[in-house]
């Protein structure tokens, strides 16, 4: 039995690893990125000088060898599902037994003019840090850069390009950062925090066009209110897509992303898809059809690594977790607690921030029952376990906000604020009855 793999991020690697565990099945790794699995999530630190490429990987080189996976530096141009083989770019073949489809995303491209001059990139692989690395090594070769798109890929660009002293101008379409997920007080609070960091934040605009030079160099860009910003280097980070296009053709069926069963199989015997490019066809709960989340991708893996070893186990990811980091606050959701403008009335919010520090908390609860539905915390650690119970055992807010201290994370000599938090809360429902 011959396993392919395409994509050696965490989804495929992982599914990879565990198949060797539970099989002696041939395996091959196939990826035109790098040689190596290395921390995806880690690139920005490499920019930023607190680590080095060999530092984001985390096996030694020889560890594929040793455990007899395969790895092969390749892109795949095709699938043939008929003769169950791949074509690869530059010519050559490989035929595979069973095929793990795990080739992860692409930054978005909406057709702007000018957004494939040279200066003008995403954030994802490997190659777009050693494009940033040509194009922004320092703030007398990179004058200003302008980032497109407010998500967590932009701020983690932003914050890459401030640790140079790289002027930056940050264009959010939305009226507030990030507010089609994040609640109203969390987003005004980032807004705040963005501009402390001496970014340029300029909410409610979208790109119009990039202007080019006499070399075919980004030299600046048209907002939507005709303006024009001078700039060395554009950087697209309005999301990402999954990676599908060398799938066309192949009699796979697609849409966003790959369309799969809960057992993670394509419509294709012996064709599976995980990671950033899979798409669930029925969502499963409240979640996206494709999520494009580390942790989530790691569960795909293992999961389907099960069923290619003999166990037929369905993805079953649990109560919805992100982790993430604007600058220097920690981000932690757990649950569903809804963004500005998305929210159910029958979800209610309690909010409370501190009146000096960036330091906030989002309860989220149904209004009628009071039973917790989300927690989002900003600079406040909590377990993940004991949310992810407390979600389970559908405890109310108030059975929440009385156990708080169970789930607080954060060091011992930290300054704690349940206290705080609980007294609030109560002043708030005092008020209300």
Same mark, same amino acid.
């Given at each position: ?143 200003? !850069? @302008?980032?497109?798109? &407010?998500?967590?890929? =932009?701020?983690? $660009? #932003? ?5 140079? /002293? +790289? ?124 999520? !494009? @989340?580390?942790?989530? &991708?790691?569960?795909? =893996?293992?999961? $389907? #690594? ?5 166990? /037929? +186990? ?120």
């Amino acid at each position: 039995m011959h396993i392919v793999i395409i994509g050696n991020g965490i989804s495929g690697i992982t599914a990879a690893r565990h198949i060797r565990k539970g099989s002696d099945y041939k395996i091959t790794v196939v990826s035109s990125e790098s040689d190596h699995f290395f921390s995806r999530t880690a690139l920005m630190y490499i920019y930023m000088g607190h680590m080095k490429y060999e530092h984001t990987k985390p096996y030694e080189d020889s560890f594929w060898k040793k455990n007899r996976i395969g790895l092969k530096r390749a892109k795949v141009r095709a699938v043939v599902t008929a003769s169950k083989s791949l074509v690869l770019e530059g010519g050559g073949a490989l035929s595979y037994d069973k095929l793990i489809i795990a080739s992860g995303s692409q930054p978005n491209r909406f057709g702007w003019p000018g957004q494939d001059l040279k200066g003008v990139q995403g954030l994802y692989s490997l190659q777009d840090l050693e494009a940033l690395e040509v194009h922004a090594p320092d703030k007398k070769h990179c004058r200003r !850069a @302008v980032i497109v798109g &407010g998500g967590l890929i =932009g701020i983690e $660009l #932003a914050e890459m390009l401030r640790s140079r /002293d +790289i002027p930056v101008t940050f264009l959010v379409r939305e009226s507030s950062f990030w507010n089609g997920v994040l609640p109203e007080g969390e987003s005004a609070m980032i807004n705040e925090h963005i501009r402390q960091h001496h970014v340029d934040l300029r909410l409610g605009t979208n790109l119009k066009e990039i202007l080019s030079d006499e070399s075919g160099r980004a030299r600046a860009v048209i907002t939507d209110q005709d303006e024009e910003i001078e700039c060395d280097l554009v950087g697209l980070t309005a999301g990402v897509r999954p990676n599908i296009g060398f799938l066309e053709n192949s009699g796979i069926e697609t849409d966003k992303g790959v369309l799969v069963d809960r057992y993670l199989q394509t419509n294709i015997r012996d064709v599976y898809a995980i990671g950033d490019c899979a798409q669930q066809r029925i969502p499963i709960g409240k979640r996206r059809a494709v999520e !494009a @989340v580390w942790y989530t &991708g790691r569960m795909m =893996g293992e999961t $389907l #690594a099960r069923t290619i070893c003999g166990q /037929d +186990i369905e993805y079953k990811p649990g109560h919805w977790f992100n982790s993430a980091k604007f600058f220097d606050i920690e981000y932690q959701t757990y649950g569903w607690v809804s963004g500005s403008g998305r929210r159910d009335p029958k979800e209610q919010h309690f909010h409370w921030r501190h009146p000096n520090e960036l330091l906030c908390l989002t309860i989220a609860y149904d209004v009628k029952t009071r039973k917790l539905l989300g927690i989002n915390t900003f600079g406040i650690r909590l377990r993940h376990e004991v949310v992810d119970q407390w979600l389970a055992q559908e405890l109310t807010i108030d059975q929440a906000l009385e156990r708080l201290g169970e789930a607080n994370f954060d060091p011992e000599q930290y300054r704690r604020y349940e206290g705080d938090i609980l007294q609030a809360f109560t002043s708030k429902t005092e008020q209300t009855l």
